[in-house]
């Protein structure tokens, strides 16, 4: 069974860019996650999406980032413009329904200059 | 009061040791327990997930689940040189949205 994928896995930019990060899950999964993970710290759940529906964006900084499941499958995240403190590793997740084992991908680091 | 606690190391072991990682809570409502391996630069690896209070053992990793103290370990046996990495726990409560609440993760170095 293939995992979580991401790309791409690693991004610089400078800040005030904007920057997109893709997600696919694994196959059948209907929830998925985007964290952020920065340096010495946990992940930390940006958005879950069940489906193509938002369940949970209560830490999106609403005013630059933003995040789609259009189909239901597939997922973007956006940032836009970047600041520094956006630099992290940015993770996507996915669990067979919600309650379950969620399985990430291996990031994208971000490193905004 | 940070909802989970995590030490975050780093803890070094000789191999062969019994390693023993711990990580506390204060969110009586967290139902879900689970522990995670992050290897540097890669993604989080789910390594055991357990409901509720009790141990749940798979091959040389144990989960213990203390509910009465909000209290959670991780035991690795016959800890190996790539064993080493950021252990990171996380919890949810079995309602609502799921969402896990992870620790920072506790680095292990595995001594050869």
């Known amino acids: 069974e293939a995992g979580v994928a991401q790309s791409p896995r690693y991004k610089i930019i400078e800040k005030r860019q904007s920057v997109a990060f893709w997600c696919n899950p694994i196959?059948?999964?209907?929830?998925l996650y985007w964290y952020q993970q920065i340096l010495g710290q946990g992940p930390k759940l940006l958005i879950q999406?069940?489906?193509?529906?938002?369940?949970?964006d209560s830490q999106l900084p609403k005013d630059r980032f933003s995040a789609e499941r259009l189909k239901g499958v597939d997922s973007t995240l956006k940032i836009q413009p970047a600041k520094l403190e956006d630099s992290a590793v940015y993770l996507c997740?996915?669990?067979?329904?919600?309650?379950?084992?969620?399985?990430f991908g291996p990031g994208t680091r971000l490193t905004v200059t | 009061q940070k909802e989970v606690e995590q030490d975050p190391g780093p803890l070094s072991v000789p191999e062969g040791a019994i390693v023993s990682l711990n990580c506390t809570y204060s969110?009586?409502?967290?139902?879900?327990f689970m522990w995670y391996r992050q290897y540097s630069r890669k993604g989080p690896e789910l390594l055991m997930y357990?409901?509720?209070?009790g141990n749940k053992e798979d091959g040389r990793f144990t989960a213990q689940v203390d509910k009465s103290s909000k209290y959670i370990s991780l035991f690795i046996r016959d800890s190996q040189p790539s064993d080493s990495a950021t252990y990171l726990c996380?919890?949810?409560?079995?309602?609502?949205?799921?969402?896990?609440?992870f620790g920072t993760g506790t680095r292990l170095k595995v001594l050869a």
């Open positions: 357990t409901y509720s209070s």
């Open positions: 997740a996915s669990s067979l329904v919600e309650g379950n084992e969620q399985y």
């Open positions: 969110n009586s409502a967290f139902q879900y």
């Open positions: 999406f069940q489906n193509n529906g938002v369940v949970d």
């Open positions: 996380a919890m949810s409560a079995a309602s609502g949205t799921y969402k896990y609440i």
């Open positions: 196959s059948g999964h209907a929830t």
